[in-house]
């Protein structure tokens, strides 16, 4: 990776349920990561979550004069990175932000933003399976499913910012499940950590003689469905077989789609072993035979490579700007 400057890259990962905070040093090693809790109401509320964030960061960890060269941001929901610009965290909370501004308003360093997801996919591109691969998808599973795409060494953006949802790909037509794009049998409603926790809400009442605990406002964890499953839970074991079911007929249709050699899985539920081993238990191995790689996890020596992605996302425009200052000097 090419350094542009001696100093460090301030990565934000904006999450669902935290904010994840870390340095990448000039030797490009990530250093004194931090969390936050998040809060993704809105765009504007977001906002305000990641500078209170930023700022008490800054007072744990203080920056020397000179130390900070630039903030790299990872964002969920459509990111126009050119520009700096969130357009909206899904439909219905569209309040387009021009947070690179903001950002450099308040912190006079430059500021990169992008897709959470695009930034953990452009992290492996850079430094992970895509130093081996130039095809290859990033599927991100946990609170909710997304996709990175990369074909021909290109990441693939789309025309609306949109590329990679694939959390709304129907993986099962005869579903009764609802999903907020007004589709049934999503994948995401199915087999995602929010959506398998759902399942179990919605059926408990069927099975009263379930192992699992519930809790007021909490959400039953995906470890402990996969625990309960792999013992006999008979709720456990229909919410976690129906996930798996769901996500193997996502990848197959995936694999059909861009024909990939390789697929990187990312995210806390893609990591549990029970569950990966239910998955590949549905894969059709006609359907999976160029996939040299299947179902991998990263090459990267660090689990955050959303926060490594926001680094570059940040290298990226520090760079734009010494190149702005050199032209214009």
């Known amino acids: 990776?090419?350094?542009?400057?001696?100093?460090?890259?301030?990565?934000?990962?904006?999450?669902?349920?935290?904010?994840?905070?870390?340095?990448?040093?000039?030797?490009?090693?990530?250093?004194?990561?931090?969390?936050?809790?998040?809060?993704?109401?809105?765009?504007?509320?977001?906002?305000?979550?990641?500078?209170?964030?930023?700022?008490?960061?800054?007072?744990?960890?203080?920056?020397?004069?000179?130390?900070?060269?630039?903030?790299?941001?990872?964002?969920?929901?459509?990111?126009?990175?050119?520009?700096?610009?969130?357009?909206?965290?899904?439909?219905?909370?569209?309040?387009?932000?021009?947070?690179?501004?903001?950002?450099?308003?308040?912190?006079?360093?430059?500021?990169?933003?992008?897709?959470?997801?695009?930034?953990?996919?452009?992290?492996?591109?850079?430094?992970?399976?895509?130093?081996?691969?130039?095809?290859?998808?990033?599927?991100?599973?946990?609170?909710?499913?997304?996709?990175?795409?990369?074909?021909?060494?290109?990441?693939?953006?789309?025309?609306?910012?949109?590329?990679?949802?694939?959390?709304?790909?129907?993986?099962?037509?005869?579903?009764?499940?609802?999903?907020?794009?007004?589709?049934?049998?999503?994948?995401?409603?199915i087999a995602s950590g929010l959506g398998m926790h759902e399942r179990i809400m919605a059926l408990k009442e069927q099975y009263p003689a379930t192992t699992l605990s519930f809790r007021d406002n909490e959400r039953v964890s995906a470890s402990e469905i996969f625990e309960a499953a792999a013992l006999g839970d008979e709720l456990s074991l229909k919410v976690s077989e129906e996930a798996a079911r769901a996500l193997a007929s996502l990848i197959m249709n995936l694999v059909r789609v861009s024909d990939p050699d390789t697929i990187v899985l990312g995210g806390g539920i893609a990591r549990n072993e029970y569950f990966l081993g239910r998955i590949k238990s549905y894969l059709n191995p006609r359907t999976m035979r160029f996939v040299a790689h299947s179902l991998v996890p990263t090459k990267q020596p660090t689990a955050e490579v959303g926060l490594v992605g926001a680094a570059l996302a940040g290298l990226k425009a520090r760079k734009r700007y010494e190149e702005e200052l050199a032209n214009h000097g």
């Not at 809790?37 to 906002?47: E, V």
């Not at 790299?72 to 947070?99: A, F, H, N, Y």
């Open 1 to 189: 990776m090419n350094r542009h400057s001696l100093a460090s890259i301030l990565a934000v990962d904006l999450g669902g349920t935290s904010i994840v905070l870390g340095e990448m040093a000039p030797d490009g090693e990530m250093v004194r990561s931090k969390s936050y809790p998040s809060d993704t109401t809105t765009q504007s509320i977001a906002i305000e979550s990641i500078i209170q964030a930023i700022d008490d960061y800054k007072r744990t960890f203080p920056f020397k004069p000179g130390e900070l060269a630039a903030i790299g941001i990872g964002l969920v929901g459509r990111v126009d990175e050119e520009r700096g610009i969130w357009l909206e965290i899904e439909p219905g909370k569209s309040e387009p932000t021009d947070v690179k501004e903001i950002i450099e308003q308040r912190y006079g360093v430059p500021c990169g933003i992008d897709n959470d997801v695009a930034c953990a996919t452009k992290a492996e591109q850079e430094l992970g399976w895509g130093t081996v691969s130039d095809n290859f998808i990033y599927l991100n599973i946990g609170t909710g499913i997304a996709a990175g795409l990369v074909a021909d060494g290109n990441y693939v953006n789309g025309s609306n910012f949109n590329s990679g949802e694939i959390g709304h790909m129907v993986v099962a037509q005869d579903s009764d499940v609802e999903c907020g794009c007004g589709r049934k049998g999503c994948v995401e409603r």
